[in-house]
Every structure is written in structure tokens, then in C-alpha cells.
């Protein structure tokens, strides 16, 4: 299990932690920092992230910082493309059964997450890659 943490919010790192020792004991946990930018126009000329961006469907309000949370949708967006990057480049992945679970700070485990996790990959395709499990709110196409 990863997930994304701004280094600045040290109380949703000791929670998470917490949390997941409780609710996935056994199971390894890794913080990943999440990234900040100040917009999209910065964050498209930095090394780091430009490949990330390349060829992404963008709301040219958020490209033009136009929105009010333009910086943190790209930032957001940017820290879960650059972990899947380090995950895809790093990872060795030992059989089909290796799942790599990806969250942000503020998730709540149900005490049977796990058999529902589970139960959901029992409907996906056989060659799935990414799955999509569900967020909190509800989806905007501009996003």
C-alpha cells in the first residue's frame, strides 16, 4: 500500500500510519510525498514532471490557472502520475497475483477491506492492469 502524504501534514502521516497498522497489519505501507506546484505553466517546464504532462488532456482553466483549485488538481494529478511512474519503473513484480494499492492520506479503511477488494477484482476483465476502486464526491469531467 502507498499513499500520498504533503509533507507538511505530519497528523495524516501518524493517522495513516496508525490507521493501516490497524486495518493491514502484515502489509507493507510506504509514504509517498506528494507533489506541490504552483501551476500548470511552472510545473510543465520542470524536468521532473514535463513527461507527465506531455499529451494529457488538460481544462485550459486549469492551464491557465484560471480555476481555484487549478494548483492542486495539478498537483494532485502530479503526485499520483509521478508514484505510478517510480512504481511501474522500480517495482518487480513476482507473479499476477502482486497488487500495488494507491491512496491519499485522508482514506478510511472499512475493517473488511480486504475481502471487499477482493470481491471487487472478481469483476474486472482478466487482463486489468489499473482498477479504479472509488473516491470520495463525485467525479467533474474538467478535472
Do not use: C
Not at 18 to 39: C, F
Not at 52 to 60: E, I, Q
Not at 81 to 108: G, H, P
Request: charged letters at 25%; glycine letters at 2%; aromatic letters at 10%.
Amino acid at each position: 500500500i502507498f499513499y500520498i502524504n504533503m509533507d507538511n501534514r505530519e497528523d495524516r502521516k501518524s493517522w495513516m500510519q496508525t490507521h493501516l497498522q490497524a486495518v493491514a497489519p502484515g502489509i507493507l505501507v510506504e509514504r509517498k510525498s506528494a507533489v506541490t506546484v504552483s501551476n500548470y505553466e511552472k510545473a510543465s517546464h520542470m524536468s521532473e514532471y514535463r513527461n507527465l504532462l506531455v499529451d494529457r488532456p488538460v481544462n485550459p482553466r486549469i492551464q491557465r490557472n484560471e480555476r481555484s483549485n487549478a494548483a492542486y488538481a495539478v498537483s494532485v494529478f502530479l503526485s499520483h502520475m509521478s508514484l505510478y511512474a517510480d512504481i511501474w519503473k522500480n517495482r518487480k513484480f513476482d507473479s499476477q497475483d502482486d497488487l500495488i494499492l494507491v491512496t491519499e492520506d485522508d482514506v478510511v479503511f472499512n475493517p473488511d477491506w480486504q475481502f471487499e477488494l477482493s470481491d471487487a477484482l472478481t469483476r474486472v476483465p482478466p487482463d486489468w492492469q489499473v482498477v479504479r476502486l472509488g473516491s470520495w464526491g463525485s467525479s467533474r469531467e474538467e478535472d
